[in-house]
């Protein structure tokens, strides 16, 4: 018998997919809110030449391998959207996907007679009746018509919601500038990598062609259009990559080989929140092997890059910033690109704008000219987030914390809602899968949460143990990085599955989880 009970899911990219087609298989009927005209999230709007930055054994949906025409380890974008649009087809999600539908807002509605102060909850319900949906609240959302020439809007109310709108779009991340020395100084053109994704291959080239480019950032987008740029361009314009702080980047090669090594016995070498005194103990007599493999690949890295003679050596560990799910892929011909001088690295803590170019902060040559800036410095994701929330006190519970989220999709404090896509990892397909089959276990009453102070006092547990390794690159959505079985092994439990998913204990200590181990996730009688 198909619930009663309406959900909506927020957006139409990997997590909302997959939320999508698990709630289906439990009998519910979703509708998903897309703002675009095309599934696929983030992938549907980023450069061309982007691939992916896991071996796509680890990035793909656990009863839905690649086509066996994709041979690369590392597919591309346009492989990747591919899968995503078979995907969606292979499982009857498309009908589901109102296209063209912006939620601009979310407010959730207390029935008269259940108006009890929701910060005196014990329990996302003020009953324990038709849990895990309240009987005394639902959530009005609000969708505007993008496509419409005169845009209406039409409500919603529904019982439960599932955010899955992203951390990458929508609020880009810029540096704050004095008066007169941001952007508004420059004669030439600014921008963000999302804008310079959105443009296509031809806007993109008419855009940068033999033009000097600024790239501003170190992580994964900043890189990808650096080197993009460069091989437009050549060394008569070359591209520059301006960066405040050198991250290790890794080899196609090597990430493929340590993400085949993520074994159980790799995470006995890592603390875990609340472990006790045998675990602790055999973490403490392990943790120097993980330790000493960082200072080995940081060597390895110094020996086959020329990190040094373009100041690039990192002043953190690899652990540090693995932990931090800052660790991109370096494309093959990047130093190839810097060495031939279409390619120049330079690094500041800070700029300022001029008429001509950017002042940059230290070093005898401060001046630099420059035609283009290309921001790709991140997004907003915490105030794009907060902003969906027409209440303060939701507003609030989101912005005045630094506590992980429950198994990192649940606020304890913002009832009958879930959060999808904002855990960081090394595969969020991976991760996100996970949690859209935990949700919907939960949402079919398979299970019940804790109480919502055992859920914050889980959170902080976590926030304790993720701090010692990433220390002040610490954010509550980076918690499972270093712990992905682990994690894969509470939300089993709270399934009632077993969580020991290989046929015999030499491979479930060695041999290295990945989505297809967890397929068919049977609960237990």
Same mark, same amino acid.
């Given at each position: 018998?198909?619930?009663?009970?309406?959900?909506?899911?927020?957006?139409?990219?990997?997590?909302?997919?997959?939320?999508?087609?698990?709630?289906?298989?439990?009998?519910?009927?979703?509708?998903?809110?897309?703002?675009?005209?095309?599934?696929?999230?983030?992938?549907?709007?980023?450069?061309?030449?982007?691939?992916?930055?896991?071996?796509?054994?680890?990035?793909?949906?656990?009863?839905?391998?690649?086509? =066996?025409?994709?041979?690369?380890?590392?597919?591309?974008?346009?492989?990747?959207?591919?899968?995503?649009?078979?995907? =969606?087809?292979?499982?009857?999600?498309?009908?589901?996907?109102?296209?063209?539908?912006?939620?601009?807002?979310?407010?959730?509605?207390?029935?008269?007679?259940?108006?009890?102060?929701?910060?005196?909850?014990?329990?996302?319900?003020?009953?324990?009746?038709?849990?895990?949906?309240?009987?005394?609240?639902?959530?009005?959302?609000?969708?505007?018509?993008? =496509?419409?020439?005169?845009?209406?809007?039409?409500?919603?109310?529904?019982?439960?919601?599932?955010?899955?709108?992203?951390?990458?779009?929508?609020?880009?991340?810029?540096?704050?500038?004095?008066?007169?020395?941001?952007?508004?100084?420059?004669?030439?053109?600014?921008?963000?990598?999302?804008?310079?994704?959105?443009?296509?291959?031809?806007?993109? =080239?008419?855009?940068? /062609?033999?033009?000097?480019?600024?790239?501003?950032?170190?992580?994964?987008?900043?890189?990808?259009?650096?080197?993009?740029?460069?091989? /437009?361009?050549?060394?008569?314009?070359?591209?520059?990559?301006?960066?405040?702080?050198?991250?290790?980047?890794?080899?196609?090669?090597?990430?493929?080989?340590?993400?085949?090594?993520?074994?159980?016995?790799?995470?006995?070498?890592?603390?875990?929140?609340?472990?006790?005194?045998?675990?602790?103990?055999?973490?403490?007599?392990?943790?120097?092997?993980?330790?000493?493999?960082?200072?080995?690949?940081?060597?390895?890295?110094?020996?086959?890059?020329?990190?040094?003679?373009?100041?690039?050596?990192?002043?953190?560990?690899?652990?540090?910033?693995?932990?931090?799910?800052?660790?991109?892929?370096?494309?093959?011909?990047?130093?190839?690109?810097?060495?031939?001088?279409?390619?120049?690295?330079?690094?500041?803590?800070?700029?300022?704008?001029?008429?001509?170019?950017?002042?940059?902060?230290?070093?005898?040559?401060?001046?630099?000219?420059?035609?283009?800036?290309?921001?790709?410095?991140?997004?907003?994701?915490?105030?794009?987030?907060?902003?969906?929330?027409?209440?303060?006190?939701?507003?609030?519970?989101?912005?005045?914390?630094?506590?992980?989220?429950?198994?990192?999709?649940?606020?304890?404090?913002?009832?009958?809602?879930?959060?999808?896509?904002?855990?960081?990892?090394?595969?969020?397909?991976?991760?996100?899968?996970?949690?859209?089959?935990?949700?919907?276990?939960?949402?079919?009453?398979?299970?019940?949460?804790?109480?919502?102070?055992?859920?914050?006092?889980?959170?902080?547990?976590?926030?304790?143990?993720?701090?010692?390794?990433?220390?002040?690159?610490?954010? /509550?959505?980076?918690?499972?990085?270093?712990?992905?079985?682990?994690?894969?092994?509470?939300?089993?439990?709270?399934?009632?599955?077993?969580?020991?998913?290989?046929?015999?204990?030499?491979?479930?200590?060695?041999?290295?989880?990945?989505?297809?181990?967890?397929?068919?996730?049977?609960?237990?009688?």
């Amino acid at each position: 018998m198909q619930p009663k009970q309406r959900v909506v899911i927020v957006g139409a990219g990997i997590s909302g997919l997959v939320a999508c087609k698990h709630l289906i298989e439990k009998g519910f009927d979703p509708i998903v809110f897309e703002a675009y005209g095309t599934v696929g999230g983030v992938w549907s709007r980023t450069i061309e030449s982007t691939k992916l930055q896991t071996p796509k054994q680890l990035y793909q949906f656990s009863d839905f391998p690649w086509p =066996a025409s994709v041979k690369e380890t590392f597919p591309g974008h346009e492989q990747v959207m591919g899968y995503l649009d078979l995907y =969606a087809s292979r499982f009857g999600i498309l009908p589901k996907i109102k296209f063209n539908c912006k939620v601009t807002r979310i407010n959730y509605v207390v029935e008269p007679g259940n108006a009890e102060d929701m910060s005196d909850w014990q329990t996302w319900s003020s009953s324990s009746s038709d849990w895990p949906f309240s009987s005394g609240g639902k959530w009005n959302v609000v969708v505007q018509d993008t =496509a419409a020439a005169c845009a209406g809007v039409e409500v919603y109310q529904v019982d439960f919601v599932v955010l899955c709108i992203g951390k990458f779009s929508d609020l880009p991340r810029v540096p704050e500038f004095p008066l007169k020395e941001g952007p508004e100084a420059f004669e030439g053109k600014v921008l963000h990598s999302m804008d310079y994704a959105v443009m296509g291959r031809g806007l993109a =080239a008419a855009l940068t /062609r033999e033009k000097r480019v600024t790239v501003v950032g170190s992580q994964k987008s900043a890189i990808d259009i650096a080197v993009e740029v460069a091989k /437009r361009n050549g060394s008569r314009y070359p591209c520059t990559l301006l960066f405040k702080t050198a991250h290790w980047t890794l080899p196609d090669y090597l990430v493929a080989f340590m993400f085949r090594n993520l074994s159980r016995f790799v995470e006995f070498m890592v603390h875990k929140p609340g472990e006790g005194f045998f675990l602790w103990l055999l973490t403490v007599l392990l943790s120097p092997l993980m330790a000493m493999f960082s200072k080995l690949v940081e060597t390895y890295l110094r020996w086959i890059y020329p990190l040094k003679k373009y100041d690039m050596v990192p002043d953190h560990s690899l652990i540090e910033q693995f932990a931090s799910c800052m660790t991109p892929t370096l494309p093959s011909n990047f130093y190839h690109a810097v060495e031939g001088g279409s390619l120049v690295l330079k690094k500041s803590p800070s700029f300022r704008f001029c008429h001509t170019g950017l002042i940059l902060d230290g070093g005898a040559h401060s001046y630099h000219p420059t035609d283009a800036v290309i921001f790709a410095t991140g997004y907003e994701s915490d105030r794009k987030l907060k902003s969906i929330f027409s209440a303060n006190y939701f507003q609030k519970c989101l912005a005045g914390s630094s506590y992980p989220l429950y198994r990192e999709c649940i606020h304890p404090r913002i009832p009958q809602l879930a959060i999808l896509g904002y855990a960081d990892s090394p595969s969020v397909l991976y991760t996100t899968e996970m949690r859209s089959k935990w949700l919907a276990q939960f949402l079919a009453g398979q299970f019940e949460l804790p109480t919502i102070r055992e859920m914050e006092d889980e959170a902080r547990k976590w926030e304790r143990c993720m701090r010692r390794y990433a220390r002040d690159k610490y954010e /509550r959505y980076r918690v499972s990085v270093m712990l992905q079985i682990y994690c894969n092994d509470q939300l089993c439990r709270d399934m009632r599955c077993n969580p020991r998913r290989k046929n015999s204990l030499l491979a479930e200590l060695f041999a290295g989880y990945g989505p297809s181990d967890y397929e068919n996730l049977i609960p237990e009688s």
